[in-house]
């Protein structure tokens, strides 16, 4: 069983700054790429950030220079910083991760439960 937990959402105001977190657990062989992905409101999910094992990031042209997505392979876990939030940025975000659960020949696709980030004054 594996799964992935956020944590690190929540009201800020705009120009704030917020750190989400995401950490997967249980039995698991190796995580590959992880990812944070957000969902407004009537809005289809959206790509923010990736990063692979090797820490090669990539990001959304509107979060460019302003959200950094890091991790650490020891602990599983994958964080956002997230600087400079707009009202526009409200949304569920969720974590993604690529995972080879232990005693499985392939990797499956994980989602966190989405924690909540409201930018508003």
């Known amino acids: 069983q594996v799964q992935l937990v956020e944590s690190g959402g929540g009201l800020v105001q705009p120009g704030g700054s917020l750190r989400l977190s995401c950490a997967a657990s249980g039995s698991i062989f190796r995580v590959f790429a992880m990812a944070w992905y957000r969902q407004a409101p009537g809005k289809q999910r959206e790509l923010v950030a990736t990063i692979t094992r090797d820490v090669s990031t990539n990001y959304a042209e509107s979060v460019k220079g302003r959200f950094t997505i890091s991790r650490d392979n020891t602990q599983n876990t994958v964080h956002l910083q997230m600087n400079s939030l707009k009202p526009e940025e409200t949304a569920v975000y969720y974590c993604?991760?690529?995972?080879?659960?232990?005693?499985?020949?392939?990797?499956?696709?994980?989602w966190g439960q989405g924690t909540q980030v409201t930018v508003s004054s």
């Open positions: 993604y991760a690529r995972i080879m659960p232990i005693r499985s020949l392939f990797e499956r696709d994980y």
